[in-house]
C-alpha cells in the first residue's frame, strides 16, 4: 500500500506541475503576443508604389540629374526655343522637372509658353512681364503651377503619403516662396510617403521633404 500511495502521489505532483508550466507558457505566449500585436499595430504602414511605367521613367530622369546639376542659379540667361536649357551643371528647382519632362517628350517650355500665349492675363505678372518670354516662363514655379492646373494635372492636397505616387509633380510654400520637386521611389525612414528629388540650392538632390512645408500644389502628368 505505501508503494501505491507513494505512486499516487508522484503523478498528482507531476500533473500540478504540469498545470504550472502549462499556465506559464500560456501567459508567456499570450503576452508575446500581445507586445506583438502591439508593436505591429504601432508599425508604420509601408507605402506602396502605384505609378505607371511613364512615372517611373520620369522619375529615373529626373534622378539621372544627381551628381551633374550641381548648382543652383536663379539668373536670368538667354536660351533657345524650343528646346532650350541653360548650362547642365545648374539651374533651379523647376528645370529639375524641365529636363525630366524633356526626357520624355514633354517639352515644358512649349506648352508653357504656347498656353500663355493663349491666355496670357491668366497668368501672374509679378516680374512686370508685358508679354510672354520663351527664355524664362517655364522655369518659374507660379507659371508651371498654373500650366498643370489649367490642363487638368490637379490632384487633392493631402496629409496621406500614399496619395502622392513616384512622378508626381508637387509645389510648396517655403517660407513664402514657391518650390518644386518630383516625388520618387525612395520611400522615406518611416515608411509612410516617398521622398523628392528636387533641387534646394545644392544642386539636384533626393530629400525627405514632402511634407516639410506647406503643400499647395499636386499634379499627376503621368
Known sequence: MSGFRLHRGFI????????????????????GNARLSRREASAPIRVVDRS??????????????IGK??????????IKYPGGDVPKDRGV??????????????????????????????YPHRW??????TNIDHRRVPNMQLYFTRTGKSLPITHDGQDYQPGDVVIWSVR????????????????????IVHNF???????????????TGHYRYF
Not at 511613364?54 to 534622378?63: F, N, P, S, T, Y
Not at 522637372?97 to 491666355?119: E, N, P, S, T
Not at 512686370?128 to 518670354?133: E, H, Y
Open 12 to 31: 498528482v505532483l507531476a500533473a500540478i506541475a504540469a498545470l504550472v508550466v502549462g499556465s506559464a507558457l500560456y501567459v508567456s505566449a499570450h503576452d
Open 52 to 65: 505607371s511605367s511613364a512615372a517611373k521613367r520620369l522619375v529615373a530622369a529626373a534622378e539621372s540629374q
Open 69 to 78: 546639376t550641381v548648382r543652383y542659379d536663379a539668373a536670368y540667361t538667354p
Open 93 to 122: 528647382c523647376t528645370d529639375v522637372v524641365v529636363r525630366a519632362f524633356r526626357a520624355m517628350g514633354v517639352d515644358l517650355q512649349v506648352k508653357i509658353h504656347r498656353d500663355m500665349v493663349k491666355a496670357f492675363d491668366r
Open 128 to 133: 512686370g512681364l508685358q508679354a510672354p518670354d
Open 176 to 195: 513664402g516662396r514657391p518650390h518644386t520637386g518630383i516625388v520618387t521611389r525612395t520611400v522615406a525612414e518611416d515608411g509612410t510617403h516617398f521622398c
Open 201 to 215: 540650392g545644392r544642386g539636384t538632390q533626393i530629400e525627405d521633404i514632402l511634407f516639410r512645408y506647406p503643400i
